[in-house]
């Protein structure tokens, strides 16, 4: 149980539109992640939110956005979907400033036709 | 550029039948090198941390050794239920705690 839980679980949408996935981490995550996993790849970083603020981003386009809440949920927006954003979405939560762990949820599988 | 690279990519083990896999890194500043598992369509489950050249840590059949430019993830007389895929990421200098992955070794195990 990493207290990170994300919604939906699956999802399918059509090129050109756009999604927004969510993410709830428990309390003492202050930092919230996503990642992007392609089938048969690592996850790839695409940002990291640090009291409600982008504070780095990987090589994605901006159509790529977020937002961190007070609540400490979050939310991963894709605009303009594009055939190869087809992925499982993973939430991690974290600390700022400790190395240590992140802990993922289970994902949100996108499938763009 | 910071780079992890994991081998092999799928991994064969009969019940009992110890084995090593292993991931080499280039990383600017190693902060901590991680371990996860992660079963089919679900998200990573964190292993293990190492923080330095040298450091050894255990659990249950697993242990994960590292060295200045790779890590080792030791199976001893695996199960049917270590059958998974094991990552490994690398967390560099920087203002996040992001987390550069490898491709992961894909182990199965049979009985």
């Known amino acids: 149980e990493t207290g990170v839980t994300q919604s939906p679980t699956h999802l399918i949408k059509t090129r050109g539109q756009q999604v927004t996935l969510r993410c709830s981490s428990q309390?003492?995550?202050?930092?919230v992640s996503w990642y992007q996993q392609a089938l048969g790849q690592g996850p790839q970083f695409i940002f990291q939110?640090?009291?409600?603020?982008?504070?780095g981003r990987g090589n994605f386009p901006p159509r790529f956005s977020g937002l961190q809440f007070p609540n400490y949920s979050s939310e991963l927006n894709v605009n303009a979907l594009e055939l190869d954003d087809s992925a499982l979405y993973l939430c991690?939560?974290?600390?700022?400033?400790?190395?240590?762990?992140?802990?993922f949820g289970e994902g949100s599988r996108l499938t763009v036709l | 550029e910071d780079q992890v690279t994991q081998s092999p990519e799928a991994l064969r083990l009969q019940e009992g039948e110890s084995s090593s896999l292993n991931c080499s890194y280039t990383?600017?500043?190693?902060?901590?090198l991680f371990w996860y598992r992660q079963d089919p369509g679900k998200g990573p489950e964190f292993l293990f941390t190492?923080?330095?050249a040298g450091e050894e840590k255990e659990k249950e059949r697993l242990k994960a050794t590292l060295t200045k430019k790779e890590s080792f993830l030791h199976i001893t007389a695996p199960k049917p239920e270590d059958s998974a895929t094991y990552l490994c990421?690398?967390?560099?200098?920087?203002?996040?705690?992001?987390?550069?992955f490898g491709t992961g070794t894909l182990l199965a195990v049979q009985p």
């Open positions: 309390s003492g995550h202050n930092t």
């Open positions: 939110y640090y009291r409600e603020e982008e504070n």
């Open positions: 990383v600017s500043g190693l902060r901590g």
């Open positions: 991690a939560g974290g600390l700022a400033g400790v190395t240590g762990e992140l802990f």
């Open positions: 190492l923080y330095s």
């Open positions: 990421a690398v967390q560099g200098g920087g203002a996040t705690n992001k987390l550069i």
